[in-house]
């Protein structure tokens, strides 16, 4: 139990506060909880698995890849938990350099797209599991300190000191987990502002709060930051889509929504496509149950 004399950094109850007010007034706070659950996952199941496709997400493998390599995390006899894998984008890549691979995700569309791309790459040691992470019980799945690795990769199901007591709960020596500390896509900011009114809010800066919490709970967490900036080239079709998908959670997608959508891209059209500038900061937080 903290006390005056406790220094800031060693209190985990402090940033755990701080990190659950950070989420409530977020972005994702803003969600409404009706479409906040696996409908909008499995809207996202086409986008996550073409980002796979294009060099951000080849280039974010690797850096998962590269970065396990660095920390001696990654050998031919591993088992791995991918919570929340999505389509697959991390789990494939790793499979093939593990043992076997638990992936699992709640959305049946991000699934069945992971099925089919491994079928695709000839990858038969991933065991695809349908269910969120808080719905996990360790003990009935078997998991508890089952896996060498576990990761949370751009995850949302690590959220709250539940579900990370949870992920460490599950591994046998060490986790990743991987997360925006900020994002800045064009467009959204001023569609916000047309479209549910005011100043869009900021993601939460979910790894920073982790790592801090990790450090009070005695763990020695490796953080690294890196930003990341690039422009991508879409059709005005593909940029609705996503726009859509991104507003999916906070409003109704109504016709004058689409038009106002649809209006705004047609108007920023440089020979005949859209150009997404982003601007993004990631941390990526390895810690080891050994040195707890």
């Known amino acids: ?97 593990a043992k076997r691979l638990v992936a699992l995700d709640p959305a049946e569309e991000m699934l069945a797209l992971l099925k089919e791309r491994a079928a695709k790459e000839g990858v038969t040691n991933i065991e695809a599991v349908q269910m969120t992470w808080e719905d996990v019980d360790l003990d009935k799945q078997g998991w508890r300190g089952r896996f060498d690795l576990v990761l949370a990769l751009m995850s949302p199901g690590i959220k709250d000191t539940d579900t990370l007591k949870k992920m460490i709960a599950a591994s046998s020596n060490a986790c990743l987990l991987a997360g925006h500390l900020h994002q800045e896509i064009s467009g959204r900011e001023e569609l916000w502002r047309k479209l549910v009114g005011g100043e869009m809010p900021a993601i939460p800066a979910d790894v920073l709060y982790i790592f801090h919490i990790l450090y009070a709970w005695g763990y020695c967490p490796s953080l690294e930051v890196e930003r990341i900036v690039s422009t991508r080239e879409m059709e005005p079709e593909q940029a609705v889509e996503e726009f859509e998908i991104f507003f999916y959670p906070h409003l109704e997608l109504t016709p004058s929504v689409r038009r106002t959508i649809i209006d705004y891209v047609q108007s920023r059209l440089v020979n005949g496509r859209y150009l997404s500038r982003r601007d993004m900061t990631v941390g990526y937080l390895f810690w080891g149950l050994n040195l707890h």
């Open 1 to 97: 139990m903290a006390n005056a004399e406790t220094p800031l950094f060693e209190q985990a109850d402090f940033w755990e506060k701080a990190w659950q007010e950070e989420r409530r007034r977020s972005l994702y706070g803003r969600r409404r909880g009706e479409r906040d659950g696996i409908s909008y996952w499995n809207r996202r199941a086409g986008h996550f698995s073409r980002m796979a496709g294009a060099e951000e997400g080849k280039r974010r493998a690797a850096k998962i890849i590269h970065y396990l390599s660095h920390h001696g995390g990654l050998e031919r006899e591993l088992e791995i938990l991918d919570i929340g894998c999505g389509p697959g984008n991390y789990a494939l890549p790793l499979a093939s350099r």
